[in-house]
């Protein structure tokens, strides 16, 4: 499908008699359908970019001494030097047995797909302008979201009226925890995890969690809190992550049990570099909680219900 062609919305047939020649309001529920069929286009190519780049990675990391038993540190500095080695070929400043594979797979595929994806990007701008909603997603408070963000944003919920609340939106983008059979309540990147419980097929299938949607998420808590400076945003984080900071089961480093030292007792935990605190649960629980904020006010924006007050 081109990924151009969604962009014309006409005009329907009661917007044309009663418009007499005006513009008409924007058809939200179209728009919105629209975005959802560009977005899985959009996916589709990102996964086979990502699945070509992948196997090109490993390909020449295995040529260069990398296997499966290697420990985690070995591993991705193997991967990292794929990565300068690849990008070396590509620019024409390295020779390297695999260098007619790299550039076949590069010039043919990886390049090829980025520009499908950047195409499609253009078009769900283009069609997120039209919504209603973006002069809110402009303004100076939601700085780090944007337009592109919220094409996506649509794109993977659609019209955002057939949502009764922000709860809903929260869980179809992987922002909200489930509760089992058993009454056992983790978020869905614990759950998918195992180490603490797991659902069941049911549950699995009740609960709807996509890893894909709630990596979204994150990268919207990521650029908000970033590029939001003292806005409502980077308050909710630097509020969250203060007080989710007294907690000593959340800062202590599991590692070492707090004591700083690696396994031997001779030298640092790398985990904490010898501090015994760690504070990277405590930095995700906040940027969870702006970005929940964020969609939160993107639902009240797109329902105008300025005087929802949700129990969150």
Sequence with gaps: MNATATVALPRSKKAKENGKGKDPKPDVGRISESLQNLQKQRVWYLKSRNMIQNRLRATVAGANGYCSGMEE??????????????????????????????KLTWHGAVIPFDAKVDDMEKAMVKLAKQLPVAKWVEQPNQKGFGL????????????????ENPGKVWRR????????????TLMGATWR?????????EEWEEYGYCPRRRSIT????????????????????????????????????????GKGKNKTGKGSCPNCKGTGKVKMRCHLHA??????????????EWNDHPEYTPNW
């Excluded at 591993?75 to 594979?101: L, N, T, W, Y």
């Excluded at 983008?173 to 056992?184: C, L, Q, S």
């Excluded at 939001?228 to 909710?236: A, E, F, K, S, W």
Aim: one cysteine or more.
């Design 287 to 300: 940027m969870l909680l702006a970005s929940k904020l964020l969609l939160k006010n993107l639902w009240l």
């Design 173 to 184: 983008m992987g922002a909200a925890p489930f509760t089992n059979g058993e009454g056992v």
């Design 73 to 102: 540190s070995e591993r991705r500095k193997s991967f990292k030097e794929a990565d300068q080695i690849i990008k070396d070929v590509v620019e024409g400043r390295k020779h390297c047995p695999q260098e007619e594979m790299i």
């Design 218 to 257: 994150y990268l919207i808590g990521e650029g908000i809190v970033k590029a939001n400076g003292v806005g409502p945003y980077r308050t909710r984080y630097d509020d969250a992550k203060g007080n989710a900071l007294k907690r000593k089961d959340w800062t202590t480093c599991s590692k070492c049990n």
């Design 148 to 163: 592109l963000f919220l094409a996506i944003v649509i794109g993977e919920t659609g019209d955002l009226c057939n949502y």
């Design 193 to 201: 995890g195992g180490k603490e419980g797991k659902l069941h097929k």
